[in-house]
């Protein structure tokens, strides 16, 4: 395990844990690249803009680091987060695998990979059970995620 990059998964998870999106957001690139199932893709000042942005916003997450691993300039993780979707206050469990790679000492491109069926489903209840695998539900929760960092980011 490459320890330097694997310190930086550690802090990176750390800070979520805390909900501190500032410290997060500390250990990207200043060109970076982000991608998820929620968002999409982000680049630059987006990525950890919605870092802070949802930690900020969250008032019951808890974050556990299950796994990781670094070598050369890439790295993994899996990790849990257990909170309560604002738009709905419904409960949701998410379990992520993320993909990293590291330049510099800092998260260049990062990627995190879940079931936005089964998010949908806990934080939507019945429509995303039953329409959460559809490009129009992702698309339409995607602009308002999308929508929502961009106000928070000009706010800034």
Not at 46 to 60: C, H, Y
Not at 64 to 91: C, I, M, N
Not at 142 to 153: M, P, Y
Request: hydrophobic fraction near 40%; charged fraction near 25%.
């Amino acid at each position: 395990m490459s320890s330097e990059n694997a310190q930086v998964i550690e802090r990176f998870y750390r800070a979520f844990a805390a909900s501190d999106g500032a410290a997060m957001a500390e250990c990207y690139a200043p060109d970076a690249r982000f991608s998820d199932p929620a968002f999409g893709e982000l680049r630059g000042r987006e990525v950890g803009g919605m870092w802070r942005m949802l930690t900020s916003q969250a008032t019951d997450l808890r974050v556990e680091l299950v796994e990781h691993a670094a070598d050369g300039d890439t790295g993994s993780a899996r990790w849990k987060a257990w909170y309560t979707f604002s738009q709905t206050g419904r409960p949701v469990v998410n379990d992520v695998r993320a993909t990293f790679r590291f330049s510099g000492g800092l998260i260049a491109e990062h990627d995190d990979d879940f079931s936005f069926h089964r998010w949908s489903s806990q934080a939507l209840g019945t429509p995303g059970k039953l329409f959460g695998w559809t490009p129009i539900i992702k698309g339409a929760v995607r602009k308002k995620a999308r929508g929502n960092l961009e106000r928070f980011l000009a706010a800034k």
